[in-house]
């Protein structure tokens, strides 16, 4: 049984986002914001530019961290942070990890053939720093594509995998070709299959968006780190993130599914008790 506070939300994000006109995502991407000033005030912020794109450390000001996260955010590669993000970064980093939190470019100025290499340049830096073994990466909603995708790519790139990957809500295959979507499109309160293809055309730039670097529910599991998935059953995601445990079955890829019953897309975000507790598993899990 899920909460009344994920009953509340779930009547809420229908009502205010389901049959709210999507993004544009033909407009101009705009810089990416600043970090907020609450998070400055309590933790090491440093930015730079690595291949053109912003990337920002988040630590703590008084010890030096053993273990890091590459984060890469959510908003169907059209739209930048938001404060859900950053409230997810800060707890990670008062845990004393190190967060590099990757800006890629947006749709469709930018396009999954620039994400790639930037990410995989702040990921190979990390490891200067940080044994493998120490790093985790993650991301929610496309950010958590893009993170399985990423982990899939380093199988061939002559880089070691990080010590586990983490998605939330991942959007893992950019076609929704599966036939159990419209059934999950009907229960989710937030998310339209319309506006997610749009966007996603943007993001593959022309190419066929079934390929692995954009649906990595089409690329190899077998040689990839330990991957923790997160999902609410009211996410139109949802059949997806299920195909993808019926092939780490069959692959014999090390894949564990945390399904919320009730919950709303990218849940672990939001401020429910389903949320912060989900929030609190992923810190101790990334921080032990």
């Not at 999954?112 to 985790?136: M, N, S």
Request: net charge neutral; aromatic share 6%; with cysteine.
């Amino acid at each position: 049984m899920s909460s009344p506070q994920m009953h509340v939300l779930a009547a809420f994000l229908r009502l205010t986002r389901k049959r709210r006109t999507a993004p544009d995502p033909t407009a101009a991407s705009t810089e990416p914001p600043r970090p907020p000033a609450k998070l400055v005030q309590r933790h090491d912020v440093r930015s730079r530019s690595v291949d053109g794109f912003e990337c920002h450390s988040v630590s703590l000001r008084d010890r030096r961290a053993e273990r890091a996260v590459v984060y890469l955010h959510g908003g169907a590669y059209i739209s930048h942070a938001s404060p859900q993000h950053w409230q997810l970064i800060s707890q990670l980093a008062d845990a004393g990890v190190r967060v590099e939190v990757a800006h890629y470019g947006l749709a469709p100025k930018y396009t999954y053939r620039d994400a790639y290499p930037f990410v995989t340049a702040i990921y190979r830096d990390l490891l200067t720093d940080i044994d493998p073994g120490l790093v985790t990466v993650m991301g929610d909603s496309a950010g958590a594509g893009l993170a399985l995708g990423v982990a899939q790519s380093l199988v061939g790139a002559g880089l070691p995998q990080p010590s586990r990957v983490v998605l939330i809500a991942p959007w893992l295959d950019l076609t929704l070709a599966n036939p159990g979507i419209p059934e999950a499109e009907a229960r989710d309160p937030w998310l339209t299959s319309s506006s997610l293809l749009e966007a996603g055309r943007g993001w593959a730039g022309g190419d066929d968006p079934a390929q692995p670097r954009l649906s990595p529910i089409n690329g190899p599991l077998d040689q990839l780190a330990p991957i923790d998935v997160y999902i609410g059953t009211r996410d139109l995601f949802y059949p997806d993130v299920r195909r993808l445990e019926e092939r780490a079955a069959a692959d014999g890829a090390a894949v564990n599914v945390t399904v919320c019953e009730g919950a709303v897309h990218v849940y672990p975000l939001v401020p429910v008790p389903e949320g912060r507790a989900a929030a609190r598993a992923i810190v101790r899990s990334v921080a032990s």
